[in-house]
């Protein structure tokens, strides 16, 4: 059976600290789904179609990883994806007692999904979507942590 993962996040922008989870999470797996989890109700700086284009061409050389979005419950979305595993990169204790909860949770839903952590390179430890979008926002330049392909589409 195929070893697949799905590695669920915002991406509001996607950072080099999300890039690094999914380049070390490549051995370990067949296949990883890089998914959006979308929330209608939620404002997010990059529009959703965005988001989808630039993973997509970041990823675009990668035979492994395959781009979606979804709505509603990420173990619903990993049983579509006939996926067994969730990636969750931690930065810090906070993300890991926030993770854990979540993971838990994923684990005891109906279809529950096992959650793998992958801890973050401390070269990126302190890489966030939201503090590239703050810097975006008063036009500072983000070229060091975000992948070449969103520096020269924003910047
Ligand atoms: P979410 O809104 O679901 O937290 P994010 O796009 O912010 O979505 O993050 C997706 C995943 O990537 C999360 O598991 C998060 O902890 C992880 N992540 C974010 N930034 C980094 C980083 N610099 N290094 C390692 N993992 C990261």
Redesign the pocket.
């Known amino acids: 059976m195929k070893r697949i993962a799905v590695f669920?996040?915002?991406?509001?922008p996607i950072?080099i600290?999300?890039l690094?989870?999914v380049k070390r999470s490549l051995p370990l797996f067949d296949e990883i789904v890089v998914a959006i989890?979308n929330n209608s109700a939620k404002k997010y700086f990059f529009p959703l179609a965005k988001r989808l284009e630039l993973l997509k061409n970041i990823f675009k050389e990668e035979e492994q990883v395959s781009i979606n979005a979804y709505e509603g419950l990420t173990v619903d979305f990993c049983k579509s994806e006939n996926a067994q595993f969730i990636i969750?990169?931690?930065?810090s204790s906070t993300?890991f007692e926030y993770?854990k909860t979540i993971a838990l949770f994923n684990k005891e839903l109906k279809g529950g999904v096992e959650t793998i952590f992958m801890a973050?390179s401390p070269q990126?430890?302190h890489?966030?979507?939201t503090v590239v979008r703050e810097i975006l926002k008063y036009g500072g330049d983000v070229s060091s942590f975000v992948p070449k392909e969103i520096a020269t589409i924003v910047v």
């Open positions: 669920p996040g915002s991406f509001d950072t600290g999300h690094d989870i989890g969750r990169g931690l930065r993300d993770e973050s990126y430890s890489i966030s979507s």
